[in-house]
């Protein structure tokens, strides 16, 4: 019996040793979980600042990059309303210098134009003037579309400015939309972990599933040192009294000794708890770490985009730029635009003239007839008065005049008065034929109708929407 407690013993020393062993190992463990937990928690609360702050920051370049969008999309529709109002400008100017071109001057006028011009040119000595008046025959020719085309080139290139600007303005926000996508695909890519998931809970939960297994542990170790020191008191009194010990029952301590490989069982699989434990900490904490660093690489890239000369300061200093230039480009099309539509209603009203032009000339011809009519009545009248007086005198003088000497009374002896009627700047007219007067007066018609049809329309009131 002394040799199998002896057995027993050194098995159970050696159990004890192995357990002692493992927990010790399990303590280590134990200590490294905690210390990964430590981190976790410390990590934590700067993963959710890095994240919320860099978020806030990606937040601020996505509206800077609406507001880019927004300002192209307005530049876009201003470039679109600009040229559909040169397109309109054109149209009307082009369709105003098509009726001049086709418009012929009547030829009488010509005529008296190209005399009055070859007066001038012998006067000043210049054969162009007469030559460029027989050459111009139609109200097209009277005008400067030279200086019509070159505001309209002009407007076309400050169109191609504000055209240019959208073109930047497009650019820069595909740059922007692009670096923030990058950007948030990084953090998207950082963000390896649930944000919604509390760490401290983590850490505690773990934290108590290895503090049981230890506890476990603990316990388990403390069984086999029992059995170890009854299985030493055991032999201590089996040595000293061989023969009253033969008498006592081992058969617990057998028992006990047959159990010891499943608590060492036990024993290692509460281990392989803890190091699972540990493991699973160890992972989360670098994955932490990983997160919290590559989060620092987002947070330092954004900086470089509002640092000196980088792309929110290069985007800034060039929408103010541009903003200066769209605004001076938007007052030169303005100015040009104007001065576009005050020509068209010049070359108009040109045409409209020319029309009271006929007219005029026309009125003028019957108050020169009229004038030379009330002339030659006037000169009749004179002429009659002035024989009157002459026969008047002729009779005085026979009766009175030839006993006066000359020396007294000289200016008795001069002839009458005479009454001189003249036409004071009657200068030649032109005689228009009927087919223009009559051309004349239907276009003038057609005008007068027109107006009319546009002022009735424009004074009906759309119908109102029943309440």
Same mark, same amino acid.
């Given at each position: 019996?002394?040799? =199998?407690?002896?057995?027993?013993?050194?098995?159970?020393?050696?159990?004890?040793?192995?357990?002692?062993?493992?927990?010790?190992?399990?303590?280590?463990?134990?200590?490294?979980?905690?210390?990964?937990?430590?981190?976790?928690?410390?990590?934590?609360?700067?993963?959710?600042?890095?994240?919320?702050?860099?978020?806030?920051?990606?937040?601020?370049?996505?509206?800077?990059?609406? $507001?880019?969008? $927004?300002?192209?999309?307005?530049? %876009?529709?201003?470039? +679109?309303?600009?040229?559909?109002?040169?397109? !309109?400008?054109? #149209?009307?100017?082009?369709?105003?210098?098509?009726?001049?071109?086709?418009?012929?001057?009547?030829?009488?006028?010509?005529?008296?134009?190209?005399?009055?011009? #070859?007066?001038?040119?012998?006067?000043?000595?210049?054969?162009?003037?007469?030559?460029?008046?027989?050459?111009?025959?139609?109200?097209?020719?009277? &005008?400067?579309? +030279?200086?019509?085309?070159?505001? +309209? %080139?002009?407007?076309?290139?400050?169109?191609?400015?504000?055209?240019?600007?959208?073109?930047?303005?497009?650019? #820069?926000?595909?740059?922007?939309? !692009?670096?923030?996508?990058?950007?948030?695909?990084?953090?998207?890519?950082?963000?390896?972990?649930?944000? *919604?998931?509390?760490?401290?809970?983590?850490?505690?939960?773990?934290?108590?599933?290895?503090?049981?297994?230890?506890?476990?542990?603990? *316990?388990?170790?403390?069984?086999?040192?029992?059995?170890?020191?009854?299985?030493?008191?055991? !032999?201590?009194?089996?040595?000293?009294?061989?023969?009253?010990?033969?008498?006592?029952?081992?058969?617990?301590?057998? *028992?006990?000794?047959?159990?010891?490989?499943?608590?060492?069982?036990?024993?290692?699989?509460?281990?392989?708890?803890?190091?699972?434990?540990?493991? =699973? !900490?160890?992972?989360?904490?670098?994955?932490?770490?990983?997160?919290? =660093?590559?989060?620092?690489?987002?947070?330092?890239?954004?900086?470089?985009?509002?640092? @000196?000369?980088?792309?929110?300061?290069?985007?800034?200093? %060039?929408?103010?730029?541009?903003?200066? =230039?769209?605004?001076?480009?938007?007052?030169?099309?303005?100015?040009?635009?104007?001065?576009?539509?005050?020509?068209?209603?010049?070359?108009?009203?040109?045409?409209?003239?020319?029309?009271?032009?006929?007219?005029?000339?026309?009125?003028?011809?019957?108050?020169?007839?009229?004038?030379?009519?009330?002339?030659?009545?006037? #000169?009749? @009248?004179?002429?009659?008065?002035?024989? *009157?007086?002459?026969?008047?005198?002729?009779?005085?003088?026979?009766?009175?005049?030839?006993?006066?000497?000359?020396?007294?009374?000289?200016?008795?002896?001069?002839?009458?008065?005479?009454?001189? &009627?003249?036409?004071?700047?009657?200068?030649?007219?032109?005689? &228009?034929?009927?087919?223009?007067?009559?051309?004349?007066?239907?276009?003038?018609?057609?005008?007068?109708?027109?107006?009319?049809?546009?002022?009735?329309?424009?004074?009906?009131?759309?119908?109102?929407?029943?309440?």
């Amino acid at each position: 019996m002394e040799q =199998e407690l002896i057995e027993l013993l050194l098995a159970a020393k050696k159990a004890l040793l192995t357990g002692q062993g493992v927990c010790a190992q399990a303590n280590t463990l134990s200590q490294e979980s905690g210390q990964h937990v430590q981190v976790i928690e410390q990590t934590w609360p700067k993963i959710l600042f890095l994240h919320q702050h860099s978020g806030g920051q990606i937040g601020t370049l996505r509206r800077i990059q609406e $507001f880019l969008s $927004f300002k192209t999309q307005d530049t %876009r529709r201003q470039v +679109q309303a600009r040229e559909a109002t040169l397109t !309109t400008l054109s #149209m009307e100017l082009t369709s105003v210098f098509h009726t001049l071109k086709h418009y012929t001057v009547d030829s009488a006028i010509l005529q008296e134009s190209g005399l009055r011009s #070859m007066e001038k040119s012998q006067a000043t000595k210049d054969s162009q003037m007469y030559s460029s008046a027989l050459q111009h025959t139609t109200l097209f020719h009277y &005008i400067d579309d +030279q200086a019509v085309l070159e505001l +309209q %080139r002009q407007a076309d290139d400050e169109i191609g400015e504000v055209e240019n600007h959208c073109t930047s303005l497009a650019t #820069m926000t595909h740059a922007l939309s !692009t670096s923030i996508a990058e950007l948030e695909s990084l953090q998207d890519t950082a963000i390896s972990i649930s944000l *919604d998931e509390d760490a401290s809970h983590f850490a505690s939960e773990k934290a108590q599933l290895q503090e049981d297994e230890i506890s476990k542990m603990a *316990d388990i170790l403390t069984s086999l040192t029992n059995h170890y020191d009854q299985l030493g008191e055991a !032999t201590r009194l089996c040595q000293s009294d061989p023969q009253a010990f033969q008498h006592i029952d081992i058969s617990v301590l057998q *028992d006990d000794h047959a159990h010891v490989p499943e608590i060492l069982q036990d024993l290692r699989e509460s281990l392989e708890m803890v190091d699972s434990i540990s493991e =699973e !900490t160890r992972v989360r904490m670098q994955v932490y770490l990983s997160v919290q =660093e590559e989060l620092v690489q987002v947070l330092d890239k954004l900086e470089t985009f509002g640092a @000196a000369k980088g792309l929110v300061d290069t985007i800034c200093d %060039r929408m103010v730029g541009m903003e200066a =230039e769209m605004k001076e480009s938007e007052f030169n099309l303005d100015t040009l635009f104007k001065q576009l539509e005050e020509l068209a209603e010049w070359y108009q009203r040109y045409l409209e003239s020319y029309n009271y032009l006929v007219i005029e000339v026309e009125r003028r011809k019957r108050v020169l007839e009229e004038q030379e009519r009330l002339q030659k009545e006037l #000169m009749v @009248a004179a002429e009659e008065k002035y024989n *009157d007086e002459l026969e008047e005198r002729r009779a005085w003088f026979k009766q009175h005049g030839e006993y006066l000497p000359d020396a007294l009374c000289p200016f008795i002896f001069d002839m009458p008065s005479k009454l001189t &009627i003249a036409l004071q700047n009657s200068a030649h007219l032109p005689e &228009i034929s009927r087919a223009s007067i009559e051309k004349v007066h239907r276009m003038i018609c057609y005008a007068n109708v027109t107006y009319f049809i546009l002022q009735a329309v424009s004074s009906i009131q759309p119908p109102t929407k029943p309440s």
